[in-house]
């Protein structure tokens, strides 16, 4: 789930196994419009950012793809983004170079990178996970635009997104997968708190 203005409005935007996305008024508590439909499997994560100043849905599924949706019309913009080989379970925006991106994680241990703009991948997969990726966040180190990873195999990883590297080793100390990852600051150092299971 993940939340958003619409006209003004606050909304929620969720994905569901009934392979659907709905978007919310929270004010009322009621559906805005039909289910964004077009995903042929369970819609795992949703994030929301701006494109071209609209709001905008990014949502991956477990059938692969990672679909951009505009909340105002509730219509997809373009063909679903491809790369991943296995379900995506992760996703989270972000600006690199000014330019809105999306940031997915999935079962293949893969985590890419996306220009909303071209619906491309920006460079290659960023790749050190041995298995799946189960979140994928966004934030600052240092003025640079940075992704932090979290995966079965009980690390997490910190990503340069401008240059597409790691920033430093991975993260260890988990002994079990790590199911989950928020960044803050902590006297001015950017910092990211993790759970495992």
């Known amino acids: 789930m993940a939340c958003t203005e619409l006209d003004g409005l606050p909304i929620a935007v969720t994905g569901s196994s009934d392979h659907t996305v709905r978007v919310w008024d929270l004010t009322t508590g009621r559906p805005l419009g039909k289910p964004l439909t077009g995903h042929t499997n369970a819609v795992l994560a949703v ?14 599924s477990w059938d692969g793809t990672v679909r951009v949706w505009d909340l105002t019309t509730g219509r997809p913009l373009g063909e679903p983004l491809t ?19 999306a940031v997915t994680g999935s079962f293949d241990g893969a985590v890419l990178v996306w220009d909303l703009a071209t619906r491309r991948p920006l460079g290659k997969p960023l790749t050190g996970h041995t298995e799946m990726v189960r979140e994928v966040v966004c934030t600052e180190v240092n003025g640079r635009p940075t992704a932090v990873s979290t995966s079965d195999d009980g690390t997490v990883r910190v990503w340069n997104l401008t240059t597409g590297r790691p920033l430093g080793k991975p993260l260890t100390g988990h002994t079990e997968r790590v199911h989950a990852v ?11 708190v993790t759970g495992s299971s």
């Not at 994030?47 to 991956?60: S, W």
């Not at 790369?83 to 991106?101: D, I, L, M, W």
């Not at 928020?182 to 990211?192: H, M, R, S």
Request: proline residues 9%; negative net charge; glycine residues 10%.
């Open 47 to 60: 994030a929301c950012t701006e494109l071209d100043g609209r709001p905008t849905a990014i949502t991956a």
């Open 83 to 101: 790369g991943h080989t296995e379900p995506v379970y992760a996703v989270a925006c972000t600006q690199v170079n000014g330019r809105p991106t």
């Open 182 to 192: 928020a960044c803050t600051e902590l006297d001015g150092v950017p910092i990211a």
